[in-house]
Each structure stands twice: as C-alpha cells, then as structure tokens.
C-alpha cells in the first residue's frame, strides 16, 4: 500500500513450483499489477499518477466494478 511516491524496479520471478510470483502495488483508488516492468507510482491528495517507463502494468479502479486498463 503506498501513499506518497515511489518508483518500482521490478522483474519476473516466479516460485519454487514454477508459478509467477504476482507484484501489486495498492493506493486508495488503484490496484497496479506488475508484468515485468519499470514504472513510477505518485499518491497524493487522493490523486493516483503512474507513469511507465518500461514493460507494461495493468491499472484498475480499486473501488469500481470497471475492466482493468494495460499500460505498455
């Protein structure tokens, strides 16, 4: 859960079963679930900003019934 900013480096790993391991980034309003990327996430006064730099993260509403969106 972030409030505040904060920029993410993330690669895939996955588990000892071979499953990927899942990394989520949580604000009041967004739910950000990483594919593999490089992206920068800014919370502040109840206003979400990502930025991508690289790879691609799916953004949704944390608080909407509303289909996810692909950042790449």
Do not use: M, W, Y
């Amino acid at each position: 859960k972030l409030d505040g900013e904060a920029f993410f480096s993330v690669t895939k790993q996955q588990s000892p079963a071979g499953q990927p391991i899942k990394f989520r980034v949580r604000t009041s309003e967004l739910a950000i679930d990483v594919l593999g990327t490089q992206f920068n996430v800014n919370h502040r006064r109840h206003r979400t900003e990502v930025v991508l730099q690289e790879g691609k993260v799916q953004v949704r509403n944390a608080a909407a019934q509303t289909p996810p969106t692909i950042l790449e």
